[in-house]
């Protein structure tokens, strides 16, 4: 039986017949695109058609010969088309084409040419923070657990298995040491993907691992928190830069230490930045472990990881003579840049010194320099500064560098040395290494510095090792 549903008829409405019948031939040849790109090439207008074409004007006509309908319309339908249709049939479906290709294309007086920024924004683009009356959820502050069973080998994924918080209120209430924190920001130099870094590196659980020098789980000496990630906007580092900032000061005034898993190495600038914030410029030492010196002074953005370090010390964010860079090689550690490092004051330690001194002798430099630092200290690693053997998803990766040893040894004796008021480690991208070492070592340098800080906690010095460990004592 009939349907006896009424079709409208839209050449009646409001919308002129020509420009439904082109919206109509518009939606046609949208299902007909797909892998047409580049066929122009192969198209070869068959003889016995060409006369089909004799009576059109030139533009339309030179439309079809040079395959110019090839994105909108396969060759065999043209074909068909040609052979079925009559000369005014034909030339309505051509500049029908025709219109739909002058839609699509892009016509400099007419579309953007680039997709502009909200310059008018007083906020930060990619959302905004709950009030403070929809954070009472029926709870008293303070870390709480999202695991199913006692031991959180399964369940949702947190940094070391540890119990989350959400708010500063949280951190406080819970006397938090550390508050681990993802910042996924993905638009700087190099390879991609430092935005999946927070993400699996919490999935892979190797990060709460025993102090083997003093046998201290620091999971029991410290309290750790997973408190989320801050909220970054990839189409803008700009707009991330200020959002993050106010992030990290908000977490450092509860008196928990951040410690920030990236995302690109842009967020050492607003990391330490936040620090500041709450400590005061020039109150902290930084080292930073890095193949790139991040310290460019020409660039055309105004914040990425090429020069990162340069703006904490243009600013006097940090200054030069309490920062230490380790690691320094590749095309961006120029004659010209560290003559600008030194002579701001900055102590840097490049490959060439590591592989002429060997590392234990920078290391021991590195000590002895750590002492006309301030007593607290922010560390940041770029896991660019470690060899591509032990750790390859690297964004900015560059051969001959440090091995995992050198680098978690030394950033566990620092950890242990200073008061830790921020930590950070930085453009690990994951999708480039399957085998997830790269993951696994870039946890092992995030426990260095918890294990640290247990230790220092604890009352232990820097390099003192737990009889047990050191030796069975059955000779």
């Avoid at 900032?245 to 008196?255: G, K």
Wanted: net charge negative; with cysteine; proline share 5%.
């Amino acid at each position: 039986m009939p349907s006896t549903i009424a079709t409208p008829d839209i050449t009646r409405s409001a919308f002129k017949p020509r420009r439904v019948h082109r919206l109509r031939t518009l939606a046609a040849c949208a299902l007909l695109c797909s892998g047409l790109a580049g066929a122009a090439e192969n198209w070869q207008l068959p003889d016995e058609l060409s006369s089909k074409l004799q009576d059109l004007p030139s533009g339309e006509r030179n439309f079809v010969v040079n395959g110019s309908f090839l994105p909108f319309m396969p060759a065999r339908q043209m074909e068909l088309e040609l052979a079925s249709r009559d000369a005014a049939s034909m030339q309505t479906l051509i500049t029908d084409l025709m219109a739909v290709a002058g839609e699509m294309g892009y016509d400099a007086n007419r579309d953007m040419g680039a997709m502009p920024l909200n310059l008018t924004s007083t906020g930060f683009n990619s959302g905004i923070l709950l009030p403070a009356i929809l954070r009472d959820d029926k709870r008293s502050p303070g870390p709480f657990s999202v695991h199913r069973y006692l031991f959180p080998e399964s369940g949702i994924p947190t940094f070391a298995g540890a119990p989350v918080a959400v708010w500063p209120e949280d951190l406080t209430a819970g006397s938090v040491d550390v508050a681990i924190v993802g910042i996924p920001s993905d638009m700087s130099s190099g390879r991609r993907n430092a935005e999946a870094g927070p993400n699996v590196m919490r999935s892979l659980n190797t990060i709460a691992e025993l102090d083997i020098q003093t046998l201290i789980d620091p999971m029991k000496a410290l309290t750790v928190v997973d408190y989320g990630d801050f909220r970054v906007d990839n189409m803008s580092i700009e707009r991330s830069v200020d959002h993050v900032t106010d992030m990290v000061a908000e977490t450092s005034a509860t008196n928990a230490t951040p410690m920030m898993v990236g995302g690109d190495t842009s967020i050492l600038y607003p990391a330490v930045k936040g620090v500041a914030r709450n400590h005061g410029n020039g109150s902290f030492g930084l080292v930073h472990f890095s193949a790139h010196p991040d310290a460019r002074r020409d660039a055309v953005h105004t914040i990425s990881d090429d020069q990162a370090l340069f703006m904490l010390l243009d600013e006097g964010i940090v200054n030069g003579s309490d920062m230490i860079t380790v690691g320094l090689r590749g095309n961006a550690a120029t004659e010209t840049t560290l003559q600008w490092l030194k002579d701001s004051g900055v102590r840097y330690h490049t490959m060439a010194e590591v592989n002429r001194n060997g590392y234990g002798a920078v290391m021991d430099r590195v000590v002895n320099e750590l002492i006309s630092l301030p007593e607290q200290l922010f560390v940041s690693i770029d896991v660019s500064v470690i060899d591509p053997g032990d750790l390859v998803a690297a964004g900015r990766v560059s051969a001959n560098g440090l091995s995992i040893n050198d680098v978690t040894s030394t950033v566990r004796h620092l950890c242990a040395a200073r008061e830790i008021v921020g930590f950070e480690i930085t453009d690990m991208a994951p999708a480039l290494d399957f085998s997830r070492l790269s993951a696994l070592n870039s946890n092992a340098v995030l426990n260095a510095c918890l294990v640290g800080m247990a230790a220092r906690k604890a009352g232990f010095a820097p390099d003192e090792i737990h009889p047990l460990a050191l030796d069975h004592g059955q000779d």
